[in-house]
């Protein structure tokens, strides 16, 4: 079974309507990180959560970590075309934190204009 | 902000033969770098962990001699596909950490999509 996963695999919204991509993971969580990356190309990074109860914004988009259900969710507020893309979440499971991440298997995101 | 700088961006190559992938840190040095390869409408997946001035270490399923790791310096880590096949055609990118005081931050290289025909 998947170490990291997210939920759901494929979105597809209106574009003005508000979406959550959730990361739920198998072990303990020492750090997640957010990116954001159209296939073929690189990874453009949104978001580092390291703290339980951590929140951060960026623009339109807020994440959260909650250590107890070991878990993130990512939510975009009145998507826009510009927020298609591939959503991955990279998971912290060591407690040295070496920058080795593990990836879920990524959330396509399509914004319907 | 520290950059991973991967060469090449793209490149194709006939089977049965072998195709280098440079990963530099450009700003920072980097004693560990991981290098991912990304299936098409697949996430990335952890093949191998490049440490410097030793063996990489890679994960379960992925061939090492296949997929040959040499990190040579504290800024540059190569991956060489030998005899490459079609299936080995992919998008391979690499990471490196930057220690910050209470964490770890990863950075990412541009990717290498390698097509072998």
């Known amino acids: 079974s998947q170490e990291l996963e997210q939920s759901p695999q494929s979105l597809i919204v209106q574009e003005g309507k508000n979406l959550t991509i959730n990361c739920t993971s198998s072990?303990?969580?020492?750090?997640l990180y957010w990116y954001k990356q159209k296939y073929g190309e690189g990874l453009i990074f949104l978001m580092m959560?390291?703290?339980?109860?951590e929140e951060k914004s960026h623009e339109k988009i807020t994440a959260k970590l909650d250590e107890k259900k070991q878990q993130s969710s990512l939510h975009i507020t009145a998507s826009q075309p510009s927020h298609a893309g591939i959503y991955l979440c990279?998971?912290?499971?060591?407690?040295?934190?070496?920058?080795?991440?593990?990836f879920g298997q990524g959330t396509t995101l399509q914004v319907k204009p | 902000g520290a950059v991973v700088s991967q060469h090449p961006s793209r490149v194709i190559c006939k089977s049965g033969t072998s195709v280098k992938i440079e990963c530099r840190s450009l700003?920072?040095?980097?004693?560990?770098m991981f290098w991912y390869r990304q299936f098409p409408k697949k996430s990335l997946m952890l093949m191998a962990t490049?440490?410097?001035?030793?063996?990489?270490?890679?994960e379960q399923g992925v061939e090492k001699d296949k997929f040959l790791i040499n990190h040579a310096s504290l800024t540059l880590s190569t991956l060489t596909v030998t005899s490459a096949h079609p299936e080995d055609s992919s998008f391979y990118i690499c990471?490196?950490?930057?220690?910050?005081?209470?964490?770890?931050?990863?950075?990412f290289g541009q990717g290498t999509r390698l097509t072998v025909v």
């Open positions: 490049s440490n410097e001035g030793s063996k990489a270490t890679y």
């Open positions: 990279g998971a912290v499971h060591g407690s040295s934190n070496t920058g080795k991440l593990i």
């Open positions: 990471s490196a950490g930057v220690y910050r005081v209470f964490y770890t931050e990863a950075f």
């Open positions: 700003d920072f040095q980097a004693t560990t």
């Open positions: 959560l390291q703290k339980g109860g």
């Open positions: 072990k303990t969580l020492y750090g």
